[in-house]
């Protein structure tokens, strides 16, 4: 007889209560093994892909790619002694919880200590996977489509990175392409299709996704996922948090020439150090110095909580939103180390594979604007941290140096703090630890 069992969609170790199916790797009839990938979810901190922890049939896929379901929701029922009947649908039936134990077998659960690398893909599914994560950078076999979409036009083709670089190498014009994933947004067999001059496959939006009405000329895209859970907590931070921000602007030629030694040097050959891996340095060593502003004021316990470790925190802007990556333990390593980890930890941001792990439990934030060319800005504090770092473009400017004006590499800063937790005096001696070690590299040897 066939005993069938229910995949429920688990919490991915980040409490939260919700996720959206991006993409299923399985379909019904499929055998699976423990610990495959089944399916890809779309969190709002990150995309996730939960392995099943039994081996047996797929018989009934649940949901569809493009729903939000909560957490502990069936989404999946696999035969699990098929004995002939692998085809045979679930009966109607309430699911069977799945105890605890039985969860303890899937892969890619927990947090891991540092971020120093890429993490490899576990499993990999036995028949074409039908939808892709639209998030993702990966490329993941593409969809069959789902549902008519609405025509699309008037705004910037949407495509994940790998598929622009495809279509630029076979000379195929996103503009003229019609995306048949999810969201209209093009994918790799889009491209393939028109570079051999086949006509696109009709395009696909599910309901929750973004559509436009070119009678109104806009677009409408459901808030969720990371676009939520940003707003959530910045309205959060900004309503709870007592915020002050203080400005300073530095003279950082000397950390410009310092940088272009390194590049020089045999023991950075191959190492990726910018102005970010100084401001990270800088962070660490000033945090210690002022351990205030990598304390957290804990509400329920009426306790200002001291940490005696810095997890820091980098906004990234990728595909999926801005997301807040950490350096774990970033005080205990040396420059050539925060900047190897700081590099990996953008790579995997920007491809979206970001554990929701590796956004947890930070203890102070460092945002660039300044690779957008901007000068400054007031960021908002992270829930859960006392301070965030806003880092300007670096430009020529005029600067007074010995009495004489010279052009000179500037850089401002800007610096948000919890006035719970930090006074004006710690946080103005913090963001001026910042600002000297920054002006003058060479200051790290008398902290």
């Not at 660490?284 to 316990?301: F, G, M, Q, S, Y």
């Not at 806003?390 to 600067?399: M, R, S, Y």
Request: aromatic share 4%.
């Amino acid at each position: 007889m066939p005993t069938y069992k229910e995949f429920p969609l688990a919490d991915t170790a980040e409490g939260l209560t919700e996720a959206d199916i991006l993409n299923w790797h399985v379909k019904p009839g499929d055998t699976v093994t423990v610990n495959q990938i089944v399916v890809e979810i779309e969190t709002a901190k990150a995309a996730v892909e939960l392995p099943i922890p039994w081996a047996g049939v797929v018989t009934e896929l649940h949901v569809e790619p493009g729903q939000t379901v909560e957490v502990g929701t069936p989404i999946l029922t696999i035969d699990v002694d098929p004995g002939g009947a692998a085809a045979t649908p679930a009966p109607a039936a309430a699911p069977a919880p799945v105890e605890e134990e039985e969860m303890k077998p899937l892969v890619g659960y927990g947090s891991k200590a540092v971020v120093t690398q890429r993490r490899a893909r576990k499993g990999a599914a036995p028949a074409p996977a039908p939808a892709p994560a639209a998030v993702a950078v990966a490329a993941p076999p593409e969809p069959a489509p789902v549902a008519p979409a609405a025509p699309r036009g008037g705004y910037v083709p949407l495509a994940k990175p790998p598929v622009r670089k495809l279509a630029k190498d076979l000379g195929v014009d996103l503009h003229a392409l019609t995306g048949t994933a999810s969201g209209g947004v093009i994918t790799r067999e889009d491209v393939q299709r028109a570079a051999n001059g086949s006509a696109p496959a009709a395009p696909v939006v599910s309901a929750v996704d973004s559509a436009y009405d070119p009678a109104t000329r806009e677009r409408r895209v459901p808030i969720k996922g990371v676009r939520k859970m940003t707003a959530a907590a910045m309205v959060q931070s900004a309503y709870t948090a007592p915020h002050v921000t203080e400005f300073l602007t530095i003279d950082v030629t000397p950390m410009m020439e310092f940088r272009e030694k390194l590049k020089k040097s045999r023991e950075f050959a191959g190492v990726k150090v910018t102005p970010l891996t100084f401001a990270a340095k800088a962070v660490c060593l000033a945090a210690k110095r002022t351990p205030d502003i990598n304390a957290v004021w804990d509400e329920a316990a009426q306790e200002i909580v001291y940490k005696d470790y810095v997890h820091l925190g980098i906004a990234a802007a990728t595909p999926r939103g801005l997301i807040v990556p950490k350096v774990r333990d970033a005080d205990s390593l040396s420059l050539k180390e925060l900047a190897q980890a700081l590099t990996a930890l953008t790579d995997v941001a920007r491809e979206g594979k970001t554990s929701p792990a590796d956004m947890a439990n930070g203890t102070i934030t460092i945002t660039n604007v300044g690779v957008f060319g901007v000068d400054t800005g007031t960021p908002i504090i992270n829930p859960g941290e006392s301070a965030i770092l806003c880092l300007g473009a670096i430009k020529d400017q005029p600067w007074v140096v010995d009495g004489e004006i010279k052009v000179r590499k500037v850089l401002q800063l800007s610096l948000s703090f919890d006035h719970r937790v930090v006074d004006g005096q710690q946080g103005s001696e913090f963001l001026a630890d910042v600002g000297a070690l920054l002006a003058d590299p060479a200051m790290a040897m008398t902290y």
